[in-house]
């Protein structure tokens, strides 16, 4: 291989790279937890502790939600703890629809498992700098959800 070949290669690996890492330079944060076994507990908590620094910017806030099939109902509802850095907490319910009308998942992927994004909100600005924790619980009536496989958070700079 002559030199110019491989600078050549060298040249196409290094714009492959910084375009994968270019593709979500938006995101501050994003993390899924495994639900264990697939089935919510009413009282397990699933926290996400958030570190933030910048206190200028203004955000999109997402919701992430992994169900298989064997959710046996077409929408979720969660209650979400937001602890600021400060001590103060506010909790919101969101309901999130996973599947239509005549029972087909809305969420993206292949086979059983179905990942949907929800947004929760915009124009959110974090007014004190430190760990910021966002608390999720299942709100269903029931004591133990089935087919809930992952929830997550997803925190993105505005454009």
């Avoid at 979500?24 to 397990?44: A, C, M, Q, S, T």
Wanted: aromatic residues 14%; proline residues 1%.
């Amino acid at each position: 291989m002559t030199l110019l070949n491989r600078s050549k290669y060298f040249f196409v690996f290094i714009l492959i790279a910084l375009s994968l890492v270019s593709c979500d330079r938006l995101r501050v944060y994003d993390k899924f937890k495994d639900i264990p076994e697939g089935n919510w507990d009413r009282n397990e908590k699933v926290k996400f502790d958030v570190q933030i620094d910048d206190t200028t910017s203004y955000n999109k806030v997402f919701i992430n939600v992994r169900n298989s099939g064997d959710f046996k109902f077409s929408n979720l509802f969660i209650f979400l703890n937001t602890i600021y850095p400060n001590g103060k907490i506010s909790r919101d319910t969101i309901d999130c629809i996973l599947a239509d009308d005549r029972g087909k998942w809305l969420g993206k992927g292949l086979g059983d498992l179905k990942d949907c994004r929800f947004f929760l909100k915009k124009g959110v600005r974090f007014h004190q700098k430190g760990i910021y924790t966002f608390e999720f619980e299942q709100a269903m009536r029931t004591e133990r959800l089935e087919g809930i496989k992952s929830v997550g958070i997803r925190i993105e700079k505005m454009e």
